[in-house]
């Protein structure tokens, strides 16, 4: 049975955002030739895609007291690949060979804030990956995300963007079936209602 674990598993959101941000500027390319609002709401979704960042963005350089760049390399790479599983600061540390105090005052020195903030962060990115790149149901990406319950998820959401996530899919998802075959005038496709 595929699932949405197996899903989130085996693509990136690297990918993900890739293949999104390709198909928005195939649609704005074809929508400025037909219908201006169309490509102007098409272009702000792309503008929200590319928005998209893995959480922390590039590694700043270790400091005095921060991870060594292996150790950095290593649990960005542990977080992305188990974001649909619980993952705790113990087995942060593990990987890094260090003792969780002493992981996590050197994680918050390298990357700006603590393992699990960083964590939370990287759950709210996939869900908007997934918002923005599946039809699957919310209660669906959250636990694709590895978060409790769709209560602790729009928490999480809501004070990370501002707004609830069901408002925010509104607001840049569009219709991927739209999106695969460009404007179709016949179908009657209205970007407002998306």
């Known amino acids: 049975m595929f699932t949405a674990q197996t899903t989130v598993r085996s693509i990136r959101s690297d990918d993900l955002i890739a293949a999104e941000a390709g198909r928005l500027l195939d649609y704005v390319k074809t929508a400025l030739d037909r219908d201006l609002d169309a490509a102007i709401q098409a272009a702000a979704r792309l503008s929200a895609v590319l928005a998209i960042k893995s959480p922390g963005g590039s590694c700043t350089p270790s400091r005095r007291g921060g ?3 292996w150790q950095e390399r290593k649990a ?3 977080i992305e690949d188990h974001l649909d ?3 705790s600061g113990e087995d942060l540390a593990r990987l890094a060979s260090l003792s969780t105090s002493h992981f996590c005052r050197a994680f918050k020195k390298s990357f700006g804030k603590p393992p ?3 964590v939370i962060e990287a759950r709210i990115e996939r869900a908007r990956v997934l918002m923005l790149t599946t039809s699957q149901s919310l209660s669906e990406i959250t636990f694709a995300c590895g978060l409790a319950d ?3 998820f729009c928490r999480y959401f809501r004070r990370a963007t501002g707004i609830s996530p069901g408002a925010w899919r509104r607001r840049y ?3 991927s079936a739209a999106l695969r075959n460009g ?3 016949e179908a009657g496709y209205d ?3 998306a």
Do not use: F, G, R, T
């Open 67 to 69: 991870l060594a760049p």
């Open 76 to 78: 960005q790479k542990y």
């Open 85 to 87: 599983e619980a993952i």
């Open 116 to 118: 699990h903030a960083y």
């Open 150 to 152: 769709q209560s602790h």
């Open 173 to 175: 998802a569009m219709d």
């Open 183 to 185: 404007l179709d005038e």
């Open 191 to 193: 970007l407002a209602m």
